[in-house]
């Protein structure tokens, strides 16, 4: 259940009671595709970087261990030990970024396995039955995560069939959520709002899907490829249409500087690879801007990733240490970089959250805005 506490123009203090424990929103989710996150990080670790919720994958579960494997091994809670909210993404979007081969139809999509080839369905009832068997807290509706730019007859047309695949999944998460023996039969559903970037088509689509009542919403379909200015725009048009009691998900975004706006905008939750891809690039965030680890400035450099940073790894090694471990590809480079990362940008949603419970969001907005994106 979703509970508004404060408001500061769009942006909203919330927080979000689940069967795994409440979400402080807004947050960050910390994405662990195929039940860890890259960098060798675990669930001992989340707490460290003060994770309230973890993301995982359908399409990468369902393919490797196996959906049914990790029921039997208990939920995906169980098999990573983490006990917090998790969050499942419905391979919707994994389909049609990663697969090969694929071929949607109004029953879903038939497409080749990335690791090894093999054809595999999906609709929503299949995603729905993984995501059951997985036993996350939220499990997300079956989409199509357009490509873009996208036709506006194609959009039109592929948005009304991901409006009757939410039916489907309600449908069946229903029936799931209501057998012996379901793993967590408490089991959320969020819808995913689509559009591509025509302003009538998400409308349209997000008064839709405000009809099932359902316990969130998310944001689909942007950061693929549209300019920033055009997402915010999205987000500002879709603002009124949003349920005021549901909590708001932007997907798979973003920078620090597209977190800030996408907060701005009334979005309550995010998730991105981005602390941990760029960590493993080499790339340090930090409140003064992006450090590039691998540079040679660095090497007799005895201060942490960020001064005053109580992230593992700046309470205890240096920009010197970490920028040698990274040069002869030790894999704790790679650990310490994506634990400092993950404490950024966990932390800073605390920031943005203290902020709003204090009143003074914009004035946080508009001295962190520019330094966020700064190379340093
Ligand atoms: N749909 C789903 N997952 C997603 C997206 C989407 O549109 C995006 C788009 N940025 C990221 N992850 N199901
Ligand atoms: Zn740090």
């Known amino acids: 259940m979703y509970t508004l506490l404060k408001k500061e123009g769009a942006a909203r203090r ?14 960050f989710m910390n994405v662990a595709t195929a039940g860890a996150i890259k960098g060798a990080v675990s669930a001992l670790d989340l707490k460290e970087v003060h994770c309230q919720v973890q993301l995982c994958n359908t399409y990468h579960l369902h393919l490797r261990p196996g959906d049914q494997q990790v029921r039997k091994l208990g939920g995906l809670h169980q098999f ?13 979007f994994q389909v049609f970024s990663l697969a090969k081969l694929r071929n949607i139809k109004e029953e879903g999509v038939t497409f080749a396995s990335h690791i090894d080839g093999h054809k595999i369905f ?4 299949e995603s729905m039955q993984i995501q059951s068997h997985l036993g996350s807290t939220i499990a997300m509706a079956f989409d199509e995560c357009m490509q873009n730019p996208a036709e506006y007859d194609y959009a039109k047309h592929s948005v009304a069939r991901t409006t009757r695949w939410l039916y489907r999944c309600k449908t069946e998460m229903n029936r799931l959520n209501a057998l012996p023996n379901t793993i967590n ?23 839709q899907i405000a009809e099932l009542d359902l316990p969130g919403y998310a944001i689909g379909g942007l950061a693929v490829g549209e300019s920033a200015d055009v997402m915010y725009h999205i987000l500002e048009v879709l603002n009124p249409y949003l349920p005021k009691d549901k909590p708001r998900y932007l997907m798979g975004v973003g920078t620090p500087a597209n977190i800030l706006e996408g907060v701005r905008r009334g979005v309550d939750i995010f998730d991105c690879v981005m602390p941990t891809r760029n960590a493993r690039h080499g790339h340090a965030f930090t409140t003064e801007g992006i450090r590039n680890l691998m540079n040679a400035k660095y090497e007799l450099d005895e201060h942490p990733l960020e001064d005053g940073c109580q992230c593992p790894a700046c309470q205890h090694f240096t920009r010197a240490y970490i920028h040698h471990l990274l040069k002869a590809g030790e894999m704790l480079g790679m650990r310490l970089m994506v634990l400092h990362n993950l404490y950024f940008y966990n932390t800073l949603l605390e920031k943005i959250r203290t902020a709003l419970d204090n009143g003074c969001f914009e004035q946080f907005y508009r001295e962190n805005i520019e330094a966020v994106s700064t190379r340093i």
């Open 185 to 207: 039969p408490q089991q959320l559903l969020w819808g995913i709002n689509q559009g591509s970037v025509y302003d009538d088509l998400r409308i349209e689509h997000m008064k």
């Open 122 to 125: 999906m609709g929503p009832e």
């Open 14 to 27: 919330g927080t979000y009671s689940t069967p795994h424990g409440t979400i402080q929103m807004p947050a």
């Open 80 to 92: 990573t030990q983490w006990q917090g909210p998790i969050l499942t993404d419905s391979g919707g």
